[in-house]
């Protein structure tokens, strides 16, 4: 089939396909497929489904899930990273691709397994700077193929270079290219108008428990995710999510 | 048609001095431009562009005499290294045909006897070598005959394209005039005075008389030009590695004018490894310094690779990170040589992620955030929490995955672990922490889970106690204490 493809693309033909790269033969291939569906009149394909949650209320209130192609942000003072670790877990187990862009080198693999995600379908990457981060979030775009791009930049980073629309802008771009979903988690707000939703998570409080002896142990935290802006459906949506320690 | 294995291309580039510095510099194609030699740069013109030939400039004037005919004539010398270079592409393009070569300055011989299952006609075979030698640009004349020294005289005085079966070699050379023959100045002047102007007619003399004219070398002289030569190809090593060179008029400081000519290299580099169907499995650099000293800066590559945007990106964040120090006079950019890798494609795989494209990532991530930042995060054998490594990324492969997942487990707590961990000051009452004063949380510890006594070592003093305390604002902690100092410190957040 895919000789084929060359076949009806008299310009990408230059070598043999044997001796092609296999880069090389992805660019080819690429190149021939859309010359296929402009011969044929074809529409796009149609999209990817969103990456589901876990969370039915999430899920119903993004439409099913983190949309493919477009930016979700999420703020608060806690709960996020177990948040980024359930959603990760969920990814990792339907043997999808994913990136967590650590802005605060904050990330624990031992959090993570607890979580159950699959450490080797994740690619960590521990940018010291949001510069770093920044850059390193549109080499990965740029690269597309990843199902969930996770850019974690909390606990005082230097955003100021984040607030600008072009910025903003050009990732989406990319991200709309890629076809990735991608989460943002931040203090306070970075995306705004170009996140498809914004989500608030709050603590909702820690639970304690008194083991014999008397001592006390931390058992769990209770967490209430809420659907602050929503391009995708209605919001207001609030999701319980209690973790156990 | 059935061929003997004798048959013999030859490449033939025409102004080879002109396009030898021409294939490094192409952007000078269209100046007034002639060619002199490095080692004599007043001696004679070597070559010169259409637009100076229009002027009246010609190979064989002397450098003042050109500047006299075209004011604003541009000379530019030849070094040793654009010849070298010139050369070694000239014999990877016939690699790619076969592994006989000879190669010498702007010619190069290959047998082509046993490539009749790929090129049933041998006009395709050497339409197909010139167009490959254009790919590095090098444009040139070929001619297929079943003698080395036949092939080289008809791709010099022939048009592009010359194939000569067995037996009509006579026939075909006898027009060609006699300039084409290797002869000393001295056997040109006695053959003019003979009155001989072409092969023809010099076939036409008794080959047993010639020795006492020409000397030796009349007689081998003879039975080239009668297409009798059975002198077999003299082979020539492949060069050792594919490297690249540019001198600079000037020396350079800044980065991006730097990159800006690498980014040429680069391209001339990957042009000549796509004429032999090789990739690029990492390559190196190196800085010529103003007034003396080289550097060399080394550029992995994570899969092998002639994608020349992935390089030059590599590059870049590898130059930004450690740019070049002092000016810079030359730069040369060396590779190693790697197979490509293989990847079977699928109609149905719509947007995915290949193994060559993740590794091509995480390599440009690493250039751009170190190397041990970047891969598959893993937990370090230790009795303590919160130590993590990156260990590389495991290549993916294109087998499907059947590693047994994890079970889908309830939400647990994670802690944003602070790297390094934040020294505490912490008031105890009655052997547990109840107010505590960090970097981010000053104020009374309302409740406390622990102590959780670890080893950190071997020994028995380097021992933690490791608390679970909750701020008044809802925050959890975790906290500890290091027994040989007495300090704490505040390892993460529960987040």
């Given amino acids: 089939m895919f000789n084929l493809a060359l076949k009806l693309s008299p310009n990408t033909v230059q070598a043999e396909p044997n001796f092609v790269a296999a880069s090389d033969k992805i660019a080819l291939r690429q190149a021939a497929f859309a010359e296929l569906r402009r011969a044929c009149g074809a529409r796009p394909s149609p999209h990817k489904p969103p990456l589901s949650t876990g969370l039915p209320v999430l899920d119903e209130a993004l439409s099913g899930g983190l949309p493919r192609g477009q930016i979700v942000e999420a703020i608060g003072e806690s709960g996020r990273l177990s948040f980024v670790l359930w959603l990760l877990g969920q990814a990792t187990r339907r043997k999808e691709r994913t990136v967590l862009i650590d802005g605060a080198s904050a990330f624990d693999p031992e959090s993570a397994l607890r979580q159950g995600v699959v450490l080797h379908r994740m690619l960590w990457v521990r940018a010291t700077q949001a510069a770093q981060a920044l850059r390193a979030t549109d080499l990965t775009l740029s690269t597309g193929g990843l199902s969930?791009?996770?850019?974690?930049?909390?606990?005082?980073?230097?955003?100021?270079?984040?607030?600008?629309?072009?910025l903003w802008s050009k990732l989406v771009l990319r991200l709309q290219r890629a076809g990735s979903a991608m989460l943002l988690l931040a203090d306070k707000p970075l995306a705004q108008s170009f996140a498809a939703a914004t989500l608030s998570i709050r603590n909702g409080g820690t639970r304690w428990q008194t083991v014999p002896g008397g001592r006390q142990r931390l058992c769990a935290q209770d967490l209430r995710i809420e659907v602050l802006r929503n391009r995708l459906g209605l919001p207001g949506g609030v999701q319980p999510f209690t973790l156990d320690k | 048609m059935s061929r003997s294995c004798e048959r013999i291309a030859c490449l033939w580039i025409p102004s080879w001095p002109l396009q030898a510095l021409l294939r490094a510099q192409p952007e000078l194609r269209q100046?007034?431009?002639?060619?002199?030699?490095?080692?004599?740069?007043?001696?004679?013109?070597?070559?010169?562009?259409?637009?100076?030939?229009?002027?009246?400039?010609?190979?064989?004037?002397?450098?003042?005499?050109?500047?006299?005919?075209?004011?604003?004539?541009?000379?530019?010398?030849?070094?040793?290294?654009?010849?070298?270079?010139?050369?070694?592409?000239?014999?990877?393009?016939?690699?790619?045909?076969?592994?006989?070569?000879?190669?010498?300055?702007?010619?190069?011989?290959?047998?082509?006897?046993?490539?009749?299952?790929?090129?049933?006609?041998?006009?395709?075979?050497?339409?197909?070598?010139?167009?490959?030698?254009?790919?590095?640009?090098?444009?040139?004349?070929?001619?297929?005959?079943?003698?080395?020294?036949?092939?080289?005289?008809?791709?010099?005085?022939?048009?592009?394209i010359t194939v000569v079966k067995a037996g009509d070699e006579k026939l075909h050379l006898r027009p060609l005039p006699l300039s084409v023959l290797p002869l000393t100045a001295q056997q040109r002047l006695l053959l003019e005075r003979?009155?001989?102007?072409?092969?023809?007619?010099?076939?036409?003399?008794?080959?047993?008389?010639?020795?006492?004219?020409?000397?030796?070398?009349?007689?081998?002289?003879?039975?080239?030009?009668?297409?009798?030569?059975?002198?077999?190809?003299?082979?020539?090593?492949?060069?050792?590695?594919?490297?690249?060179?540019?001198?600079?008029?000037?020396?350079?400081?800044?980065?991006?004018?730097?990159?800006?000519?690498?980014?040429?290299?680069?391209?001339?580099?990957?042009?000549?490894?796509?004429?032999?169907?090789?990739?690029?499995?990492?390559?190196?650099?190196?800085?010529?310094?103003?007034?003396?000293?080289?550097?060399?800066?080394?550029?992995?590559?994570?899969?092998?690779?002639?994608?020349?945007?992935?390089?030059?990106?590599?590059?870049?964040?590898?130059?930004?990170a450690r740019p070049p120090d002092t000016a810079v006079c030359a730069l040369s950019v060396r590779t190693r040589v790697q197979r490509p890798k293989h990847t079977q494609l699928g109609l149905f795989d719509g947007e995915r992620l290949y193994p060559e494209q993740l590794m091509n990532?995480?390599?440009?991530?690493?250039?751009?955030?170190?190397?041990?930042?970047?891969?598959?995060?893993?937990?370090?054998?230790?009795?303590?929490?919160?130590?993590?490594t990156v260990l590389p990324l495991p290549p993916p492969t294109n087998d499907p995955d059947d590693t047994p997942d994890p079970k889908e487990l309830a939400p647990q707590m994670a802690i944003h672990l602070f790297r390094p961990p934040q020294q505490a000051t912490v008031v105890q009452k009655e052997g547990k922490p109840a107010w505590i004063a960090a970097e981010r949380i000053n104020g009374p510890i309302v409740f406390c889970g622990g102590p959780y006594r670890l080893r950190a070592g071997s020994g028995t003093e380097d021992m933690r106690d490791y608390f679970d305390i909750e701020v008044p604002s809802g925050e959890a902690f975790r906290l500890y204490c290091e027994h040989n100092t007495g300090i704490w410190f505040l390892d993460g957040r529960y987040d």
């Fill in chain 1, 148 to 166: 969930l791009v996770v850019l974690y930049l909390v606990c005082g980073a230097d955003l100021s270079q984040w607030g600008r629309a072009a």
């Fill in chain 2, 31 to 160: 100046q007034k431009l002639a060619v002199c030699d490095e080692k004599k740069p007043s001696g004679v013109v070597l070559g010169a562009t259409l637009a100076a030939r229009n002027m009246g400039v010609r190979a064989g004037h002397t450098v003042a005499q050109a500047q006299s005919l075209c004011g604003d004539l541009l000379l530019e010398r030849l070094r040793d290294t654009h010849r070298q270079e010139a050369r070694e592409a000239l014999h990877d393009v016939a690699s790619a045909f076969s592994p006989s070569i000879e190669c010498h300055d702007g010619c190069v011989l290959c047998g082509v006897g046993d490539l009749s299952k790929l090129f049933p006609d041998e006009g395709l075979l050497a339409k197909a070598l010139a167009a490959q030698a254009e790919t590095v640009r090098l444009y040139g004349r070929v001619a297929i005959a079943n003698q080395a020294g036949t092939a080289k005289l008809l791709a010099q005085a022939k048009g592009r």
């Fill in chain 2, 194 to 320: 003979f009155g001989l102007r072409t092969l023809g007619d010099f076939m036409a003399l008794p080959r047993t008389a010639l020795p006492l004219r020409l000397g030796k070398a009349g007689v081998s002289l003879h039975r080239l030009a009668s297409g009798e030569d059975e002198t077999p190809l003299f082979l020539t090593p492949p060069p050792p590695d594919v490297s690249e060179s540019f001198d600079l008029d000037e020396p350079e400081t800044l980065l991006e004018p730097l990159l800006f000519l690498l980014r040429g290299l680069l391209d001339r580099v990957v042009a000549r490894l796509k004429t032999m169907s090789l990739s690029c499995g990492g390559f190196s650099v190196e800085f010529f310094h103003h007034p003396q000293g080289v550097r060399t800066v080394e550029v992995k590559v994570a899969s092998p690779t002639r994608d020349v945007a992935v390089l030059m990106d590599l590059l870049r964040l590898t130059l930004q």
């Fill in chain 2, 361 to 388: 990532l995480v390599a440009r991530l690493s250039a751009l955030v170190g190397d041990d930042a970047v891969g598959q995060a893993a937990v370090v054998d230790s009795h303590l929490p919160g130590l993590a």
